[in-house]
Structure formats: structure tokens, C-alpha cells
């Protein structure tokens, strides 16, 4: 833990100078590509030692695979070689050197490699065998239409700004970063067409950079403070369990997992942190200008902690993974594809039996979650002061409903993970099982886009916003004409 917060500080004063001294405009994209990877295999290998071999030899096969199969089918082989490759990594990791550590645990950058490579073989896919009309507008845009060097596949895996903690992010966000292709700023008048184009220098991260650290210092305080006097283990301590009261149970519950959330917070805002240091990460202005460095961001703390929906909390925790989840298999699956997701989601984590309960609990959790709200929630719809009273219960349930969930994803064995279960019954699971079979799913878009519109206060702030910038910037493409590329982008974003 210590080799990795020092190789990401680290990361950070390189980033720094990266974009100083190595910036598009003064340095050819070869050498930001070549420098970009000799640093980011350095701290591989001091952080994790030659356990970081492991990060080049996946990648190396992997884009071997690339080249000799060919596009029509490489994606389906590249997923099951990266995804095989990481899996082996993790059970001789857990099984055979160290169960329940996370000492030299070389298989967490694994996981973002793996999310690259199979995210790029669908790109690629995408892009050179597929035809344009069959896409949906997100792979559309994100469609790779020609097959990377060496050079550049290596540069995105394993970069220094992303190869320790990530985020994901597209291949086409990276090479447009590394060539350092100009931003632009769209203006739109109040009749709604649009502004003459012009182009920006490039904007100062600074002060998102400064707010970020700002934030991983309040966490990682939080963390060292709180998170131990709550353990999560307490939940299934005898003398607790016998004593306490169910609200007092609940309560523990839900406040000993929001403690363990800070080491994530940490973590991921460093992470982003550091590529925007770089210059990496812009994302456009809002509605007052002000630049947005949120592009490959991993988490929205405050949507975290006030969501009222299992999707809600979903879509804001671990946001390039679940991006990812989408974009490789639910929007390619062809029958059940929450469950498929989940599964996915769950291998992809790793071989604790504990990451498979908690999984297969979400399943569960979110069909029920969503029989809710589409059967029950626009009764709540006219009325403010229903629908506050609504969002206050439903944000209550939601944490609840998290923090069970997610109990044997800390404690990681089977044994722990029953007892915590038994001990309160199974009480959520029989709960959601009832719910589905008392509510029917309403599969039709239109009723799922009525229900989906109906949220709280911040979240549709949030989403205004997001609106707002739609009309506020874009990025430009090679492969498109402007027009394109910014109806491109949005519908990215969105997605």
C-alpha cells in the first residue's frame, strides 16, 4: 500500500511535467507515446516487482491475437484470453500465495489492462468489420477505424497516468490526448443555432487537480480515522448480533460500509487526478464556462451517498467500469443480460467466493429494484410533498439495501458471508424475490423512459447540466467532419 500511494504521487509530479515539458506542441506524439510507457512499466515494476511482467506478456498476446485472427472474430478471442489470463493470475494469487492479502497484488492493474484490451478489440471490431448502420451511436463513435502500431497499443495499456488504479478510458480519448488535436469551443446563441467555432488553448487543470487532492486528503483522513473504529466484520460479531436491536443492526450496517467507501474515493480521485495533471481528462465547459475535467472521472461522491435507486448508486460508483460492463456485454448480450452483466462483473473482480455472493445478490436487488419503480414510482409524481417523502424512503432503502449487498464482497469467504446472511434471515433476498413475484418488469422503452424521468432534485440538476453541455463543446476527430464528431461525442457521454 505504501509502494502504491509513493508510485502515484510519483505519478502526479510526472504528469506535471509531462505536460510542461513533453507537451503536443513541442513534442512529437512517438516520443509522448514512448516516454508515456517507459514510465508507466517503471513503477509497475517497482510497485509490484517482476509480478509486472505479467502486465506486457497479456498485452503482448493479446495484440499478437489481434493481428493473426483478424478482425471479424479477435474480439471474441482477445476477450477470452485477457479475461482467462487475469483469472489464472488472481487464483494462483489467492489460492496459492496469499489468501485474503492484498501484498504484492499485481492482479489490480491487471483488471484495468484487461478492461482495455477488450474494450479496444471491440473498437477495433467495430470499426473495421462491422458496417456503420448496424452500430449503435456510442459504438459508433468510439469505432477504431484502423489497427494501432505497437507502440500506441502498449502506450494505452500501460501508460503511468493509468497503469496502477486507472480510470478506463477509450482508445480514441487517448491518441487524441497524445497527438494533442486542439479543443474547441461551440457557443450557441439563445435562438439555439450555433456560434461560429474557434480554437482554445489548451485549458489549465490546475485547479481541478488542487480540488481532487483536496478531496483524496479528506478521505484518506476519513479513512484512517473512522473506517477502523467500524469495522465491517463487527456486523457478524456474536455478542452484537445477540444484543443489538434490528434498527441498531441496520444502522451499524449501513454506517460501517459508508466507511469503507473513502479508501475507493482515495484511490479513484487520485487516479483521475493524475491524468489530469497531465492534461488528460477534459471534458468541456458548463453553462458559466468553467472547464470540466470529469471525462474518464470514476465515481460522483455526492450521487453515491444521496442515490435512491439501485441504478442510481450503480451508475455513479466505479463509472468506467460500468461503462465497460455495457459497452462489452449488455448492450451485445442476446438473453438475460443483467444476469450475464453481473456474472461478468463478478469474474472480472476475482475468484473470492464472497465478490460471487455479492454479484448474484445485485442481480436479485436490481430487478427488484427496478419492478419498483416501474410499477410504483409515478404515484408519487404529483404532488412535492409526496415526492419528497418518497425519495427520502427510497434513499433509505437504497443504502440498506447497498450495504447488504455488498457485506460479502468486504468479507470476501463463504462462512462469514452466511452467517451475516443467516443472521439477518436472508431477510433482502426473500424481500426481493416476493417483489418480483408480486410486480411485473415492464420491458417497453416507453414506459422505462416515463418512470426514468421521474428523480430526485440533484440528480435532475445533474442531468440539466449535462444538457447544457451538449451545446457546449466538442472534440475533434480525423474520422468525422465536426458535426458529426460532436453528435458524436454527446451521445458517449450520455451512454
Not at 436487488?365 to 427496478?370: G, K, P, S, V, W
Not at 426514468?452 to 445533474?462: F, M, N, R, V, Y
Request: charge should be positive; hydrophobic fraction near 40%; aromatic fraction near 16%.
Amino acid at each position: 500500500q505504501v509502494n502504491f500511494v509513493v508510485c502515484q504521487l510519483f505519478a502526479l509530479l510526472a504528469a506535471f511535467w509531462f505536460r510542461t515539458y513533453l507537451h503536443s506542441s513541442k513534442t512529437s506524439p512517438f516520443i509522448r507515446h514512448v516516454v508515456a510507457t517507459l514510465l508507466g512499466l517503471y513503477l509497475a515494476l517497482f510497485c509490484f516487482g517482476w509480478y509486472a511482467l505479467h502486465f506486457v506478456i497479456q498485452s503482448g498476446i493479446s495484440y499478437y491475437i489481434m493481428i493473426i485472427i483478424g478482425v471479424e472474430n479477435m474480439h471474441k478471442y482477445c476477450f477470452v484470453f485477457a479475461l482467462g489470463y487475469l483469472t489464472v493470475c488472481q487464483i494462483t494469487r489467492v489460492y496459492i500465495f496469499d489468501y485474503g492479502q492484498y501484498s504484492a497484488d499485481f492482479s489490480g492493474p491487471m483488471m484495468i489492462i484487461t478492461q482495455k484490451i477488450t474494450s479496444l478489440a471491440f473498437e477495433i471490431h467495430d470499426g473495421m468489420f462491422r458496417k456503420n448502420e448496424d452500430l449503435t451511436p456510442s459504438q459508433r463513435c468510439l469505432a477504431v477505424r484502423r489497427m494501432p502500431s505497437l507502440l500506441e497499443y502498449l502506450s494505452y495499456n500501460c501508460n503511468f497516468m493509468g497503469i496502477l488504479a486507472g480510470p478506463l478510458c477509450s482508445y480514441k480519448d487517448y491518441i487524441t490526448f497524445i497527438e494533442g488535436r486542439s479543443y474547441q469551443l461551440q457557443q450557441s446563441e439563445a435562438n439555439g443555432k450555433e456560434d461560429t467555432k474557434y480554437e482554445q488553448p489548451d485549458p489549465s487543470p490546475n485547479i481541478a487537480v488542487a480540488q481532487k487532492l483536496l478531496i483524496c486528503g479528506l478521505s484518506l483522513l476519513f479513512h484512517m480515522t473512522i473506517t477502523k473504529t467500524l469495522p465491517v466484520e463487527y456486523n457478524i460479531d456474536d455478542n452484537f448480533r445477540a444484543t443489538a436491536s434490528w434498527p441498531v443492526r441496520f444502522f451499524y450496517l449501513y454506517v460501517s460500509l459508508m466507511a469503507a467507501r473513502p479508501k475507493y474515493y482515495f484511490a479513484w480521485t487520485l487516479a483521475d487526478a493524475i491524468n489530469n495533471a497531465a492534461g488528460f481528462g477534459f471534458r468541456g465547459y458548463d453553462k458559466n464556462g468553467v472547464t470540466r475535467w470529469d471525462l474518464i472521472s470514476n465515481l460522483r461522491i455526492q450521487q453515491i451517498e444521496f442515490s435512491t435507486s439501485f441504478k442510481m448508486f450503480l451508475d455513479n460508483w466505479n463509472i468506467q467500469t460500468a461503462l465497460w460492463l455495457k459497452r462489452v456485454c449488455y448492450e451485445r448480450a442476446t438473453f438475460s443480460p443483467t444476469i450475464q452483466t453481473f456474472i461478468l462483473s463478478a469474474i472480472w473482480h476475482g475468484v473470492y467466493p464472497g465478490y460471487y455472493l455479492t454479484f448474484l445478490t445485485g442481480v436479485l436487488m436490481t430487478l427488484a429494484a427496478r419492478a419498483i419503480r416501474n410499477n410504483i414510482r409515478h404515484y408519487f409524481v404529483e404532488s412535492p410533498a409526496a415526492k419528497l417523502c418518497y425519495d427520502i424512503i427510497t434513499w433509505m432503502a437504497t443504502q440498506v439495501a447497498i450495504s447488504y449487498t455488498v457485506v460479502p464482497f468486504v468479507l470476501l469467504s463463504v462462512k462469514p458471508s452466511f452467517t451475516f446472511y443467516s443472521s439477518c434471515y436472508f431477510c433482502l433476498h426473500i424481500a426481493s424475490i416476493l417483489v418480483l413475484l408480486v410486480f411485473p418488469l415492464k420491458r417497453t422503452q416507453k414506459g422505462s423512459k416515463k418512470h426514468e424521468s421521474i428523480q430526485p432534485a440533484w440528480s435532475k440538476k445533474l442531468e440539466e447540466e449535462n444538457l447544457l453541455q451538449k451545446n457546449s463543446y466538442s472534440t475533434t476527430n480525423n474520422s468525422f467532419s465536426q458535426k458529426q464528431e460532436i453528435t458524436c461525442r454527446y451521445q458517449a457521454l450520455k451512454q
